[in-house]
């Protein structure tokens, strides 16, 4: 499916998007120049990812899921 990612005012762009799988194998990866992406991963069997979004020191990991 497609995700939308809206990042708050606490993390800073550009930034580092990246999408892992539950055994850590990174399935996407892109700059963020806007706080407002859309992501399609509809490639992706069903199941649970990790979605990391990072800018230097600062960090933000998410749970997301695939239907």
Same mark, same amino acid.
């Given at each position: 499916g497609t995700?939308? $990612?809206i990042l708050g005012a606490e993390l800073? @762009?550009?930034a580092e998007l990246a $999408? %892992?799988?539950m055994q850590g194998f990174r399935i996407h990866q892109e700059m963020l120049k806007e706080s407002q992406a859309a992501i399609n991963l509809s490639g992706q069997k069903p199941? @649970? %990812? $990790?979605l990391r979004v990072k800018n230097g020191a600062q960090e933000i990991r998410e749970l997301i899921q695939i239907k």
């Open positions: 995700f939308k $990612v800073s @762009l550009p $999408v %892992y799988d199941g @649970l %990812y $990790v």
